[in-house]
């Protein structure tokens, strides 16, 4: 089974920059459909981001304004959300995974999270 370890988070201040990491075992790093999801307290779980298998191509939902960026090395078996100008409604557990290509918005594996705070 692949197995995805997110790291970086940690409580921040509003408007302070975050960069989150997750690093992927058991699998062919470069085959994957990447994502990034969050939830946060209250809410539903929540689809931040994709990326593909070369990296080159990237989907990011409307309601990160910009703030939110994806990115990958296919050569350390990473994948990377990059968070500017952080909100306190932003503070959730956020969450890699690898995407179904045959299904649209099922994920085939999830990593174990990590906890974002943002304090005001």
């Known amino acids: 089974q692949v197995q995805l370890v997110e790291s970086g988070g940690r409580l921040v201040q509003a408007g302070d920059s975050l960069s989150l990491s997750c690093a992927a075992s058991?699998?062919?790093?470069?085959?994957?459909?990447l994502g990034w999801f969050r939830q946060a307290p209250g809410k539903d779980r929540e689809f931040l981001a994709a990326?593909?298998?070369?990296?080159?191509?990237?989907y990011h939902t409307d309601s990160l304004k910009g703030r939110f960026t994806i990115s990958r090395d296919n050569a350390k078996n990473t994948v990377n959300l990059q968070m500017n100008n952080l909100k306190p409604e932003d503070t959730a557990i956020y969450y890699c995974?690898?995407?179904?290509?045959?299904?649209?918005?099922?994920?085939?594996?999830w990593g174990q999270g990590t906890q974002v705070t943002v304090s005001s």
């Open positions: 995974a690898v995407l179904n290509t045959q299904a649209l918005g099922v994920v085939d594996f």
């Open positions: 058991g699998g062919t790093f470069s085959t994957y459909v």
């Open positions: 990326v593909s298998y070369s990296g080159k191509s990237t």
